[in-house]
């Protein structure tokens, strides 16, 4: 009973709790668009959750986020592309590789653990960065990444669309990878050394006075939201199925941190809420999008509308709110509180 | 002087900070043995939080060095002092602010390798200790500014530390509050074999604390000793103490 009780449980069976019930409404209306949206859903929930990871517990922004999806996407793409696809997919692929292949879910997991390995060789150094500068550090990481993947083309077919991709994601994958990844986000949140990277956001100077190895603890970190992101890369592309480097740069980025600027970067809870309101919203005024466009109310398309709101959002939460909808205290907290206070 | 120094002592000797050309600290040698708490008083500006932030490691030394029970420091290496069982506070509160009273007390002990079950119950202890256990759940930010002198205390204690810094622990706090902490600070050094250096501007509370005072001003020592002498120091008086301590001596 106790063990029901505890607040990290507690937290983690309400959002998976979350989850599930996305998956039983998408079942029971069973709309193949509904459908679509739940899974891209449960999808970023694994990228805004690993984004969390990073940012909510150091406090640095990470623009390169997106960058190791795409790692993940491009790893989980090149070990299951069949191989009679494969001279077409990939026409320029060193012939080394030509033998390389895996189950996709398997190379779901390969793509996440191939992103924690890049973010591990290059990031170290970074990490003992701060402020503005570990700002602009993990942006020209993203560049450096996008270019790479536009311009290795014999991994990556360069610019041009990489296609093949099993379509294994459904709904029920995505919704139990995102629950698995909320579930590891809390454990490191918690851990040793989710407490000391937490420390090392609150306060540098004094993390460093009790003897707390900074770089490390972002680093390890790092590497986790690394992981978190290639699996959601793999995910994505084995939903889609085909997919260019320019799907993993700026607009998506812009997404991916408005979500977790507006749910709030300090909790889980947060990450998952901000997905799911930013979906919802975006849902929404695409629909309200297609329907300005159909009654050609406006002499022009009404194009932009999503991105407007998602920036005009940001700018209001940053404003009103700059800890996000849920800044500090996780669903589980809060369940607690009340119970206790119940109990009197 | 060296010779007469224990090895379990912490020694920092001739150190010099420069900022910018401007001599904070110059040639200022200061020891502190296991068990003692030692004062460290002088005029505001005079380098005092300088000099803890010297021997931390937090300032770069232009000469000097530091030794921690016989151990010579790295320069410019905090962590490395730290886990040398250096604790210090800071003369602003320093806390995690998002973090709960018991977490932050944790992260002493964490950071020296201590596993988070050990961790907790070493916070616990301590938060005992200094009365702020029914806190324990308390996000940092939301204490009052004398439970944040406490929690950093008690953080920097969690540790374990051979020697611990404290930079104006009573600042902030009312009279039953720092007469209640200047008890537990003075079981502090026989409990736990620690040696304390404390500065405060609070003459009554330093001469409860200490036995030995080091004076400087503009950078430099001008006096060091037992408190009685010190106090008698035309130097000290001058400098520091001013006219009503002049009328007391």
Redesign the interface.
């Known amino acids: 009973m106790s063990f029901l009780m505890n607040r990290h449980t507690l937290t983690v069976a309400s959002l998976c709790g979350l989850l599930l019930m996305l998956v039983f409404i998408s079942y029971a209306v069973d709309v193949r668009v509904f459908t679509r949206i739940a899974t891209t859903l449960c999808i970023n929930v694994v990228m805004v959750v690993g984004l969390q990871s990073f940012m909510g517990n150091t406090g640095i922004l990470s623009f390169a986020h997106i960058g190791f999806m795409g790692v993940g996407a491009y790893t989980s793409a090149l070990l299951t592309i069949p191989a009679q696809m494969r001279g077409m997919a990939l026409p320029d692929l060193y012939p080394f590789m030509e033998g390389l292949s895996a189950s996709p879910i398997l190379a779901i997991f390969l793509g996440g653990i191939v992103a924690a390995v890049i973010a591990a060789a290059v990031s170290y150094p970074l990490m003992r960065l701060s402020d503005a500068a570990a700002v602009i550090t993990s942006f020209a990481l993203l560049v450096v990444l996008h270019t790479v993947m536009l311009h290795w083309s014999e991994v990556t077919n360069g610019p041009r669309t990489l296609f093949g991709l099993p379509a294994i994601t459904s709904l029920p994958l995505t919704a139990i990878v995102a629950a698995g990844a909320i579930a590891v986000a809390l454990m490191f949140k918690e851990?040793?050394l989710g407490?000391?990277a937490?420390?090392t956001?609150?306060?540098e100077?004094?993390?460093?006075?009790?003897?707390?190895?900074t770089p490390r603890v972002r680093w390890l970190a790092f590497i986790l939201s690394a992981l978190l992101a290639g699996i959601g890369g793999g995910l994505w592309g084995h939903f889609v199925g085909s997919f260019s480097p320019k799907a993993f740069y700026l607009k998506e980025t812009f997404v991916i941190l408005g979500m977790l600027v507006i749910g709030g970067p300090?909790t889980i809870t947060g990450a998952v809420l901000g997905v799911f309101i930013v979906t919802a919203a975006f849902e929404s005024l695409r629909t309200l999008e297609v329907v300005l466009n159909s009654a050609q109310i406006f002499s022009g398309q009404v194009v932009g509308v999503t991105e407007i709101v998602l920036a005009f959002s940001m700018i209001a939460v940053l404003a009103l709110r700059p800890g996000g909808l849920v800044p500090?205290r996780e669903i589980g907290d809060a369940i607690v509180g009340l119970i206790r206070k119940r109990k009197g | 002087m060296q010779a007469d120094i224990p090895t379990t002592a912490l020694l920092a000797s001739n150190i010099t900070v420069e900022f910018a050309g401007l001599r904070a600290l110059d040639g200022v040698t200061i020891v502190i043995n296991p068990g003692e708490i030692l004062g460290l008083i002088g005029p505001n500006g005079s380098g005092k939080t300088t000099l803890i932030n010297a021997i931390t490691g937090q300032v770069p030394l232009a000469t000097g060095q530091v030794t921690v029970a016989g151990d010579v420091m790295p320069l410019s290496a905090p962590r490395t002092v730290a886990l040398s069982g250096v604790g210090r506070t800071f003369q602003i509160v320093r806390l995690f602010d998002q973090l709960t009273v018991s977490e932050n007390v944790e992260t002493a002990a964490l950071a020296k390798g201590i596993k988070r079950k050990d961790a907790r119950k070493i916070a616990t202890e301590i938060l005992q200790e200094f009365g702020m256990l029914s806190r324990a759940e308390t996000i940092a930010a939301n204490l009052n500014y004398g439970d944040k002198r406490r929690v950093e205390i008690a953080r920097a204690l969690a540790a374990t530390p051979k020697f611990l810094l404290l930079d104006e622990p009573a600042a902030g706090m009312n009279e039953s509050e720092s007469q209640m902490l200047c008890k537990q600070l003075l079981e502090l050094p026989k409990q736990r074999n620690l040696g304390i250096l404390i500065i405060d501007h609070d003459m009554p509370l330093i001469s409860r604390l200490c036995d030995r005072v080091h004076v400087i001003a503009s950078g430099k020592t001008i006096a060091a000793g037992l408190i009685e002498n010190v106090r008698k120091d035309p130097a000290v008086i001058e400098a520091y103490l001013g006219s009503s301590a002049r009328q007391d001596a």
């Open positions: 851990s040793r407490i000391l937490r420390a956001r609150d306060d100077t004094a993390a460093r006075a009790m003897g707390i190895n300090g500090t």
